[in-house]
């Protein structure tokens, strides 16, 4: 295989929460929590997730606009090929360890498309020069050459010479996202970062965006990291996914194997969240409920086991998988003593309709009802415990209940990491429920 | 263009292209800025250096160059003192940094005017500063300064009357105990005799010294304070945001009276105690507006062009914030000029300053029988107070290009 | 769902600005009703008017420089003729409104639930505890996990798909007979914003509102809407049943929108091109210089009237008029039928 021109291994970043007079650590959000990957030259690799699941963080830490807490960005690309490692195993190639001038000659060779057409552009001056700063930036005096390269790379993206003197708030938003283009181009990087660069756009625009960096990266044969929440976007430029859930990488693998053969629990719901342009198939999906928790405090184990449809039974049980789940998120939200007895109780008396009282019975139906767990648990020692916890809420003692559901309900989901699972040559994902399908994969730090 | 090398993007050879540092690469403002300000610091040196105390500075340079007889025909015989440089220097600095990127970028220039002249009385208020502005500079070449003459004393102005109990000599017609204004007085003279007109062209200049050289301070000071406060955070900007506290909190006033007590009144300390003591706001403003910029994607882009921390503040952060501050230094001129006013009008200005304010004072006594010497200046202090908010109101609406691009979608 | 009379009817809806380079024509002559239940989507590129075309039935148009005319009729009374307070009145009852930027749309400095009980108490005189039950309910109802507890948060503490759920908490405070939707999803992830579509599917099976929704994704359409506008440059290109619009688009410009929707292995450049100056919208069909079918009748005259295709499906396109031979369209349409039906085949 050749060398990859990028390669990411283990990269985390952690922002530390500060607090107190002393403004003292006091906890860490793992924005980015030890992802590895590697982009091959001409290759388009896509990282997909929702807002929160640190995909943003990811792409700002490799071109090093923030500074990763851990791991190594190695970036081959430019004439930095085929360095090998130092005898202290620090990699001459090392994004995270570049030093000023290093870092300076790397802008060269990787930039960056923005999301928001709209604020990435400096209002105050013109897109020609906007555009013409980058090589200014590297030392290219002529002005008059600088003008005449940015003039002629206007038209490669569709715009027009004349464009040069126009401010941005004269484009709409689908060209200013074509000078954006022509900015990341300017400087014949062999890498770009794109940061969700469609998804401020309509649907036509994006089609046009999409298909103009295709074309590009065609004639220009550079390498992109493509950032999308978008499973459809991703799939008109992508060559290779990377699915990222709160930190971590859940599944990665060829485009085509990810659409046809999802492994993952998160990626089969990211896929069916897709809107189908078909009216007769409504409401067929995976719905996947709430948002990514937050990152300070994650989830252990599978940090998607929260969240599941397909989170795993305890062994000994058997419950329909719609009752597991609601049994799991009744104990999660017990645990966090969130239980409102108070708004459950005026519930209850609405939906009873007699004005004297509510009896604990409607209270624990209400209960059951409001988090979709069946009135009779076929599972009997499931049952019971639900019943045990039901009454002791009532009863207002919420730390015997969480003990009878903490006790009674577990999934292995989270008291396990799942490990790396390799399906096919280059497509893995981390699920319990895949243990058995394939063999474990411990990647090599820094392979060349 | 013909250049040898190939002008595509992706043919550049990187290795090839060499940065010339130097003078050539400076912008022309830059090179306009040093052109005229090395002559006016020699001239400067020369004044503290070689120029007597009593000795007019033209006149020694005349005589010092071999040239006095041209000085001479050409009447140069300008005594020009520290303010006066600083005035100059802040006029050069309007002229390069404000104008002249105005006529280079005639597309923003044209966007702009479209914008503010949706405002018509910020329109009339433009044009009567202009006027202010073009009197001020050059009226004091033609009009001398206004020499006290007690014989004229009181004369009233043109097609106006004065009773003749009250002066000592008409300059006009005198009938039935009346004497009439004339031409050679168009408004009037004070009761020290100074004429009106000639008194309040050469307090424009005054008031355009004010109005000058306090933005330029308040200016730099916040400018400076508030960028740098800013980018840095931690504790520097910690420090500059407290010393900034105080200074909004400083009770400027007192300390000017203070200050005159010991030293006496001069216009220079009117403007220097004044503007240190009034860039707070502009500080804060300054800081708050470059935070939120630094948030804005260009700025990351910007960093990721391979561009300095020097380059990123000073083209792209700076632009973005002082624009929105010319808004809050035409807000603040007014006040500078009304404090003057009002310490003149109080008797703590300069009394030999030949102000508005001083003009409007000498008039205090006299306003039974001799308004005009306080409506006359009145008149044009309060209509110039007036345009520069209408001034600053119209600036804030036309200096934003995002608030349109959004209404237009 | 049973249509019955319809709950709105706007007729010859034309909305003008006056702006520095003239007047503006941002919708022009658009006539469209939505019946009682029913979620009428008006799809369309951003600057072809539909936001406009629904601020101006609710009055929310700033006037000048705008200015609206023709009629809007919810139930048989005509909002134009309608006085400010009768109006708001109308705003508040029988219309809601929920935007696409819910941070934008929301008051910071007040809680979510101090904005939902306040708009309950400017309509109902309902007194303090009871409005803050009432509106506890409503958060539980849009979907919003731990009501009470959120009921006192503010707007900065909700996330995105949060906030736009408190949105339509608070638009169901009057118990709208009409919900209009203006790109409520746009600015979400995808997975929220299948979230929300869900939630508002659901809501109008319970509450029985009509829904206009607006959007540029067909995709969303899809997913919600009864019938569908298709609207461009201020014009209503085509109109029908959502099955009619999706399984026979008609109107090229339909099936160049269609072929957008982003999806696995089909190539497509989006719609060269880009809409027509609003200050001088060309003669004939609007579509007619981005048309790939267009011939010389395409440019003259006036955009071409509606024709009924098949019961309740309009097209407005010179090609279904008597005497022009309609499958030079409905040609390139059937291809991109066979592909759409392909593509649904791959997602399963």
């Known amino acids: 295989m050749t060398e990859p021109i990028l390669s990411v291994r283990n990269l985390k970043k952690h922002y530390p929460i500060k607090s107190g007079l002393l403004n003292r650590k006091v906890g860490a959000t793992k924005a980015v929590d030890g992802i590895s990957f590697d982009v091959h030259p001409g290759e388009t690799v896509g990282l997909v997730g929702e807002s929160g699941c640190g995909k943003s963080t990811a792409a700002t830490s490799i071109i090093r606009l923030e500074d990763a807490t851990d791991g190594e960005v190695i970036f081959n690309g430019g004439n930095r090929a085929s360095e090998t490692r130092r005898e202290d195993g620090a990699h001459p190639n090392d994004v995270t360890e570049f030093n000023k001038r290093e870092l300076k000659q790397f802008r060269r060779d990787a930039q960056m498309i923005f999301q928001d057409p709209s604020s990435s552009f400096n209002p105050r001056m013109t897109v020609g020069s906007a555009v013409a700063e980058l090589l200014l930036v590297h030392g290219m005096d002529d002005k008059p050459r600088r003008r005449a390269i940015v003039e002629d790379l206007l038209e490669r993206v569709g715009l027009s010479a004349e464009d040069y003197d126009r401010y941005p708030h004269e484009f709409s938003g689908g060209q200013k996202q074509r000078i954006g283009l022509a900015r990341a181009l300017v400087l014949n990087p062999d890498f770009i970062v794109a940061d969700e660069p469609v998804s401020a756009l309509d649907v036509s625009i994006k089609a046009e965006i999409l298909s103009l960096i295709n074309d590009l990266q065609e004639k220009y044969g550079m390498s992109m990291l493509f950032i999308s929440h978008d499973m459809s976007v991703i799939s008109k430029v992508c060559d290779r996914v990377a699915v990222m859930y709160l930190g971590e990488i859940v599944e990665i693998g060829d485009v085509d194997e990810i659409f046809e053969n999802p492994q993952h629990p998160y990626t089969e719901a990211l896929l069916s969240a897709i809107p189908t342009p078909d009216p007769r198939s409504r409401n067929e999906g995976i719905e996947l409920k709430g948002t990514v928790p937050s990152p300070t405090n994650p989830p252990s184990g599978c940090r998607f086991h929260t969240r599941c449809h397909r989170v ?14 609601a049994i799991l998120n009744f104990r999660d939200r017990v645990a966090q003593e969130a239980i409102d007895l108070e708004s459950i109780r005026e519930n209850a008396l609405g939906s009873q309709d007699s004005g004297s009282g509510v009896t604990d019975q409607a209270i624990k139906s209400q209960i059951r009802s409001e988090f979709g767990i069946p009135e009779r648990i076929e599972e009997p020692t499931a049952e019971t415990a639900v019943e045990e916890a039901l009454d002791a809420l009532v009863n207002e003692d919420t730390d015997s209940a969480r003990e009878h559901l903490m006790s009674t309900f577990e999934t292995p989901c989270e008291t396990s990491k799942p490990e790396q699972i390799e399906h096919e040559p280059g497509h893995r994902s981390a699920c319990h429920l895949n243990t058995s399908k394939g063999k474990t994969v411990e990647l090599t730090p820094g392979d060349d | 263009m013909a250049t040898e090398q190939p002008d595509t993007f992706d043919e550049v050879n990187w290795e090839s292209v060499r940065s010339s540092s130097g003078i050539v690469n400076l912008a022309l403002k830059t090179k306009l800025m040093l052109i005229t300000t090395l002559p006016l610091l020699a001239l400067w040196l020369y004044d503290r250096v070689a120029v007597g105390q009593r000795e007019k500075t033209f006149v020694q340079l005349g005589k010092d160059l071999g040239l006095s007889g041209p000085f001479e025909t050409l009447g140069l015989t300008w005594n020009p003192a520290g303010l006066d440089y600083i005035f100059i220097f802040t006029i050069f600095l309007f002229a390069f940094y404000m104008i002249l990127p105005l006529y280079e970028n005639p597309r923003m220039t044209r966007y702009y005017w479209k914008e503010f002249k949706r405002n018509r009385p910020a329109v009339v208020s433009l044009v009567w500063l ?12 033609f009009i001398d300064k206004p020499e006290p003459d007690i014989l004229k004393s009181f004369q009233p102005p043109v097609y ?36 009106v007109l000639a008194f309040m062209v050469h307090g424009t200049t005054i008031t355009m010294k004010i109005a000058f050289i306090t933005t330029l301070i308040v200016a730099l000071i916040g400018i400076s304070v508030g960028t740098i406060s800013a980018y840095s955070g931690g504790w520097v900007d910690e420090t500059l945001m407290r010393m900034t506290d105080i200074v909004l909190a400083f009770p400027t006033l007192i300390f000017f009276l203070m200050i005159t007590y010991i030293y006496g009144a001069s216009l220079g300390l009117f403007i220097v105690i004044f ?134 979608k | 769902m049973s249509v019955n009379d319809n709950l709105l009817e706007v007729k010859n809806l034309t909305t003008e600005f006056r702006t520095d380079n003239g007047m503006l024509t941002a919708v022009d002559a658009v006539d469209f009703s939505i019946g009682e239940g029913e979620t009428v989507c008006i799809v369309g590129e951003s600057g072809s008017g539909k936001t406009v075309a629904t601020e101006s039935i609710t009055g929310l148009v700033k006037e000048p420089p705008g200015k609206v005319s023709g009629t809007v009729e919810l139930e048989g009374k005509d909002l134009q003729s309608m006085n400010k307070k009768e109006l708001r009145q109308v705003r508040g009852d029988n ?111 319970d509450y029985g509102m009509s829904i206009l929704f607006v959007t540029h994704d067909l995709g969303v359409v899809a997913e919600i809407a009864d019938r569908v506008v298709v609207m461009y440059a201020g014009k209503v290109m085509e109109r029908g049943d959502v099955f009619d619009i999706f399984e026979e688009p008609s109107h090229p410009y339909t099936q160049a929108l269609m072929e957008c929707i982003p999806d696995k292995g089909r190539e497509t450049d989006g719609i060269p091109g880009t809409l027509p100056n609003p200050y001088n919208t060309p003669d004939g069909c609007r579509f007619a210089p981005r048309c790939d079918h267009a011939n010389e009748d395409c440019t003259i005259g006036d955009q071409p009237e509606e024709i009924e295709i098949e019961r309740n499906h309009e097209v407005s396109c010179v090609y279904y008029q008597s005497g022009y031979d309609s499958s030079v369209v409905r040609d390139s349409e059937l291809e991109s039928d066979s592909s759409s039906t392909e593509m649904g085949a791959t997602d399963d």
């Open chain 2, 130 to 141: 202009a006027f202010v502005f073009v009197v001020g500079i050059i009226g004091p070449l």
């Open chain 2, 160 to 195: 106006a009357t004065v009773d003749t109990a009250n002066i000592v000599q008409c300059v006009g017609e005198a009938s039935g105990g009346t004497c009439q204004g004339t031409w050679q007085h168009p408004l009037g003279t004070t009761g020290s005799g100074r004429d």
């Open chain 1, 312 to 325: 795993i039974q305890p062994p000994d049980m058997e419950f329909e998988q719609e009752s597991w789940r």
């Open chain 2, 275 to 408: 503007a240190t003591f009034a860039w707070g706001g502009a500080a804060r403003y300054i800081r708050s507006k470059a935070l939120s910029v630094a948030e804005e994607e260009f700025i990351d882009a910007t960093r990721i062009s391979g561009a300095s921390r020097y380059r990123v503040v000073r083209r792209h952060i700076v632009p973005n914030t002082a624009s929105s501050i010319i808004t809050n230094l035409t807000l603040l001129v007014p006040g500078f000029l009304l404090a003057e006013a009002q310490l003149s009008f109080l008797g703590l200005g300069d009394a030999g300053l030949l102000s508005w304010g001083q003009l409007i004072a000498s008039g205090r006594s006299s306003l039974e029988y001799a308004p005009w010497i306080i409506l006359a200046p009145g008149f044009i202090l309060f209509f110039t107070i007036l345009a520069f908010n209408f001034l600053g109101d119209a600036l804030l609406d036309a200096l934003n290009p995002e608030a349109e691009s959004e209404a237009e």
């Open chain 3, 95 to 205: 219309i809601a409104h929920i935007f696409q930027n819910p941070q934008e749309a929301m008051n910071h400095c007040y809680s979510i639930g101090w904005q939902i009980t306040e708009a309950l108490q400017v309509h109902q005189d309902v007194p303090d505890d009871e409005a803050r039950k009432r509106g506890i309910d409503l958060l539980e109802r849009v979907g919003l996990a731990n009501a009470s507890a959120r009921f006192d948060d503010y707007p900065h503490e909700l996330s995105g798909g949060q906030k736009q759920r408190a949105m339509i908490a608070m638009a169901l405070v009057g118990n709208p007979d009409l919900l209009i939707a203006d790109e409520p999803t746009t600015a979400l992830d995808v997975t929220v914003q299948a979230q929300i579509l869900k939630l508002l599917n659901e809501l109008q099976e």
